[in-house]
């Protein structure tokens, strides 16, 4: 069946560091690729996307690339902020079907 | 501002008891979800619900029911609460995307935790 794979935390950052957090996938069809993002006592929410391959999903410095040769979708940002500290899930939706299947999220902790 | 709006925080149950979990949104999207997270396995779909009245099973729903009986509200009912369904319990809507998806965007709310004694 279709599976989110992404790397353990947590992952530990000094600020303006480079971030990268993995993140590869199974699935049949053409699925669609998020990274979610859940800050301290909130719900999840939409970082950014991408539907195809070979697009890029960006937002807040933020970006990943839809790899469809290695079924990756990493994300990545430049310099990493304390702001930015949050457990950062990567999902796909199936093709044709109502079904998100999230990763088991990966804690970002940034230092100051 | 959009909202999904949760009826509790934290949640203290006994076992056996019945419980019920609340959601409602502001925004009149048609779909709404029932997520379970638990550490290091996510978010677990429990049940989806397409319009009033309408529901299909996620990957697990047993022990759980929901009802639907108005659009902007969802509710998650566990008929006889047990100690493993201890956990975060996250609500979710959407609209229908362009592809006629129910999954381009998730509006979530900010979780129940619920512990069963």
């Known amino acids: 069946g279709n599976s989110v794979t992404q790397m353990e935390g947590p992952v530990t950052l000094s600020e303006e560091a480079f971030l990268t957090i993995n993140c590869t996938y199974t699935?049949?069809?053409?699925?669609?690729l998020f990274w979610y993002v859940q800050y301290p006592g909130e719900g999840l929410q939409l970082l950014l996307k991408?539907?195809?391959?070979?697009d890029k999903g960006s937002n807040k410095g933020f970006e990943a690339t839809y790899r469809k040769e290695t079924t990756s979708f990493h994300l990545e940002k430049g310099s990493v902020q304390v702001s930015d500290s949050a457990v950062y899930f990567c999902?796909?939706?199936?093709?044709?079907?109502?079904?998100?299947?999230f990763g088991a999220g990966t804690r970002l902790f940034v230092k100051a | 501002d959009v909202k999904v709006t949760q009826s509790s925080r934290y949640l203290v149950k006994r076992t056996g008891e019945k419980v019920f979990l609340e959601c409602v949104q502001d925004?009149?999207?048609?779909?709404m979800f029932w997520y379970r997270q638990d550490p290091g396995l996510g978010l677990r779909l429990i049940y989806f619900?397409?319009?009033?009245?309408?529901?299909e099973k996620g990957d697990i729903p047993e022990g759980y029911s929901v009802s639907r009986e108005k659009k902007e509200r969802f509710s998650l009912i566990l008929e006889s609460a047990s100690t493993n369904q201890t956990s975060m319990y996250l609500c979710a809507s959407s609209l229908w995307g362009d592809r006629g998806s129910p999954n381009e965007k998730l509006f979530f709310g900010s979780g129940t935790q619920l512990s069963v004694l």
């Open positions: 999902a796909l939706s199936e093709t044709g079907g109502f079904k998100t299947i």
């Open positions: 991408a539907t195809k391959a070979d």
């Open positions: 699935a049949t069809g053409y699925p669609s």
């Open positions: 925004m009149d999207h048609e779909n």
């Open positions: 619900s397409y319009d009033v009245k309408m529901k």
